[in-house]
């Protein structure tokens, strides 16, 4: 499991240079893809300086994943409502990507003579939310659910289990009711000894749900076999050799300002950001000191003792 900070860097650091020198001419032409996940796409011509086309492709979507115009249902309300008049939506976009975005950063407010409010460190929280994108997209399934959850509601047409893509072949399972969602992670590694240190620690990580720090979060379950809420789910997309991780989340999760909370993976990660941790140092701990010791044995030097003198020794 990799643990990142949510914007692309690289993406946020283009960002911000391009907002910094935004009177000056450049032309930009940037590809990459962030660990085999999403593939980005920026341009800026001279031509239009103040223009910086965004291009964005997804990880493919499971067969259970709900889509609406080729992005996971809610995306295009998200986009809208974290960039306002920045961004528009290009449609269709462009081959190859699933999200075209065009920003006008001429229409973000100068700095000199602005109230506080449009200073600095607001341009660059808005750069940090647009280098989100990754995690506005294909997080806004889950923010839909969890919005209707708060009203006791269920959102139209999604009233049965369906599949969230996070990363390239990995998904996770929503199951919306009225009273609660339901959260389930199939947990899968190619590595056998792997799987056995991930098996036990998310045992552990579920047991540390019932200590009394965390009474008031999501309750959460491990089992080797699916959960009964993904019965007539696609044998293919239950494949897990680590098991299933559950979480169960009541519309006190979502109430106020806890549904920003919720919907971002902190309350899931800090445990097991922990945890992994400390795995790491103990196995670097049980790691032999193999240069230390080859060094040991060559500095080593040996003396033939007289009979006499291993006879002395010896008492």
């Not at 599949?163 to 389930?184: D, M």
């Not at 045992?203 to 720090?213: C, D, H, I, L």
């Not at 789910?233 to 989340?249: C, K, R």
Request: net charge positive; aromatic share 8%.
């Amino acid at each position: 499991m990799i643990l990142l900070q949510s914007p692309s860097r690289f993406l946020l650091q283009t960002l911000l240079n391009r907002v910094q020198n935004l009177e000056k001419g450049v032309e930009l032409d940037y590809q990459w893809v962030e660990f085999g996940d999403v593939r980005y796409h920026v341009q800026v011509s001279m031509k239009n300086p103040h223009f910086l086309s965004l291009s964005v492709s997804l990880p493919t979507p499971a067969q259970e994943t709900v889509l609406s115009g080729g992005l996971p249902f809610g995306a295009i309300e998200a986009i809208k409502a974290s960039y306002g008049v920045l961004v528009q939506i290009l449609d269709p976009p462009k081959d190859g990507f699933n999200l075209t975005l065009r920003l006008n950063l001429s229409k973000l407010p100068p700095d000199e003579g602005s109230p506080s409010f449009f200073s600095k460190e607001y341009k660059h929280a808005l750069m940090v939310k647009i280098a989100s994108v990754r995690e506005v997209v294909l997080g806004a399934p889950l923010r839909v659910v969890l919005k209707h959850l708060a009203s006791r509601t269920v959102a139209p047409d999604i009233d049965q289990p369906f599949a969230l893509v996070h990363r390239p072949q990995e998904s996770f399972f929503l199951v919306p009711q009225a009273e609660k969602v339901t959260i389930v992670f199939p947990m899968s590694f190619k590595d056998s000894i792997d799987t056995v240190l991930a098996t036990s620690f998310l045992q552990e990580f579920v047991g540390a749900r019932r200590t009394a720090g965390m009474n008031n979060a999501p309750p959460c379950m491990w089992s080797p076999s699916p959960p009964v809420e993904l019965k007539g789910t696609a044998g293919e997309a239950l494949s897990a050799n680590a098991g299933f991780v559950t979480f169960v989340i009541f519309p006190r999760h979502v109430e106020g300002k806890k549904l920003d909370r919720t919907c971002s993976e902190g309350f899931m990660h800090t445990r097991m950001r922990r945890r992994v941790e400390s795995l790491i140092q103990a196995l670097d701990r049980a790691k032999p000191d193999l240069e230390k010791s080859k060094k040991t044995v060559q500095s080593r030097s040996f003396k033939r003792l007289s009979l006499k003198e291993a006879h002395t020794n010896s008492k």
